[in-house]
């Protein structure tokens, strides 16, 4: 029995490129790979049980195992549980904002603290709430940590030994602990976590209304658009960069020829002049200078330079600037939504492992008289967690104990290469020839010939013992 975490999988579906078959090829079998450590940590977190070794036949028949496999309970079924973890956080965050934000008041005068709950009972449901929510923020992250150390631990072993050097153990194990809350969302639930405990601890109550910001994490709406904004981050922050610079330029010019009519403004300098610009300017809502400077009109002595001064700004920074930066976040959105319409429509229409086209597949499982034939072939004839079953099955046992087509096969895969995927082949399909051109069968027919000739000459066998037993994979 294999242990993957159900993120695992989704992140698979969600990243693996779909350019062509063979770099999907490819890449599945990379992250499958990746995925076999964590799945060995997994199974030893869900088999390790509290009773001692000598009495644990006895508890096997005799308790559930959830009463003495204390991981067991939150890393089966594909972790679901370590799922329902976080769901119950963002819910008792909810609720616990929402209380914090209808029953913490100003505190009264005589009070040491700045706020204080409405009433004992608000206080008690506060305290429970925020008991409750630490309990499974807590729970998710401990678990996180025992599954992934280990494994940042040995990438981090790997990279001294492989270039020589002499870092002490437990700098090692520090630098192991960075990597691992450098995380997205590992970091993210340790702020979440440290909101919630310096909320109740130094009674700042308001930091409670931080956590309802999980739900930029876990709603994958919410999740999209933070990933448009962060996407063009560097273009946005030079954007803003020379939003700053535009603005330091007219604070020079307006300290130079329009001081009087910036009043207090731009007094000091040429830098509090910016700061005032790019602050008194923005805060009313009205991007431009009209808010600071004193008002002209026409027939004034500095009426020309006054409008080519004002408008020349309002056109760079409100109109170029503040559009370039709406559409570079536009631009953002219609990427990641064309990557994932075009990702959705192929894992809709493609079969995953051999990507065949799904009409192909339908068809001949109507000629047969199965129903929801796609649904079939990607669930019983080439599940693509199956193929990811067989690859643990590889990366875990010895070399010695494969067989032949079994060490051919991780012999592929030790070289990158995922020729023994059956790109465009099918057992479901074969036979009924639905969908393949006789070139492509021809060309299937020399591929397998001259496979089987390598693979003899490698095994030092015949071509009818080579075809005896090279049964690479094709359901």
């Not at 700098?171 to 450098?182: D, G, H, R, Y």
């Not at 034939?373 to 967690?385: I, L, P, V």
Request: aromatic fraction near 12%; hydrophobic fraction near 45%.
């Amino acid at each position: 029995m294999w242990y993957v975490y159900g993120e695992a999988k989704q992140n698979i579906l969600d990243t693996v490129p779909f350019s062509s078959p063979d770099i999907k090829a490819r890449y599945f079998i990379r992250m499958c790979i990746d995925l076999h450590r964590e799945s060995k940590l997994i199974k030893d977190l869900s088999r390790f049980s509290v009773v001692p070794e000598r009495l644990l036949k006895v508890a096997q028949r005799n308790i559930p195992d959830w009463m003495h496999r204390p991981f067991q309970i939150f890393l089966c079924d594909d972790a679901k549980n370590m799922t329902r973890l976080l769901r119950a956080a963002l819910y008792l965050g909810l609720v616990l904002a929402a209380h914090t934000g209808m029953f913490l008041v100003p505190a009264e005068e005589s009070e040491d603290a700045d706020s204080q709950w409405i009433s004992p009972r608000a206080a008690i449901v506060a305290f429970t709430l925020g008991g409750l929510y630490f309990l499974c923020t807590a729970t998710w992250l401990l678990l996180t940590i025992a599954i992934k150390f280990p494994i940042a631990l040995h990438e981090v072993h790997a990279d001294v030994a492989k270039h020589h050097f002499h870092i002490p153990g437990f700098v090692q194990t520090l630098w192991a602990l960075w990597k691992l809350l450098s995380e997205g969302h590992v970091a993210w639930r340790f702020l979440l976590l440290t909101c919630c405990v310096f909320a109740f601890l130094l009674r700042h109550f308001w930091l409670l209304c931080f956590i309802l910001m999980d739900f930029w994490c876990q709603s994958s709406v919410l999740a999209t658009v933070f990933r448009a904004i962060c996407a063009p981050l560097r273009s946005l922050a030079m954007t803003f960069l020379g939003l700053v610079i535009i603005t330091f330029v007219y604070a020079g010019i307006g300290f130079r020829f329009f001081r009087d009519d910036f009043h207090h403004f731009c007094d000091e300098n040429i830098v509090t002049c910016t700061e005032n610009i790019l602050y008194q300017g923005t805060r009313a809502g009205i991007v431009g200078l009209s808010l600071m400077l004193s008002s002209t009109k026409p027939g004034s002595p500095d009426w020309t330079e006054r409008m080519m001064y004002d408008m020349s700004y309002f056109i760079i920074f409100g109109v170029i600037v503040l559009n370039t930066i709406v559409g570079l976040i536009v631009d953002s959105f219609g990427a990641l939504r064309l990557d994932m319409e075009a990702r959705e429509n192929d894992q809709r229409t493609q079969t995953f492992i051999s990507c065949i086209d799904r009409r192909n597949v339908e068809q001949v499982a109507q000629m047969r008289g199965i129903a929801d034939g796609f649904d079939y072939h990607e669930t019983h004839r080439q599940n693509k967690w199956d193929y990811m079953a067989f690859i643990f099955h590889l990366c875990e046992t010895e070399l010695e104990e494969l067989t032949g087509p079994e060490h051919y096969i991780r012999s592929l895969m030790d070289r990158g290469d995922a020729k023994w995927i059956p790109i465009g082949r099918s057992k479901f399909l074969e036979g009924s020839d639905m969908g393949v051109r006789p070139q492509d069968r021809f060309l299937r027919i020399s591929e397998q010939t001259e496979y089987l000739s390598r693979y003899a000459a490698w095994q030092g066998l015949d071509g009818v013992q080579a075809m005896a037993c090279c049964g690479v994979a094709g359901t």
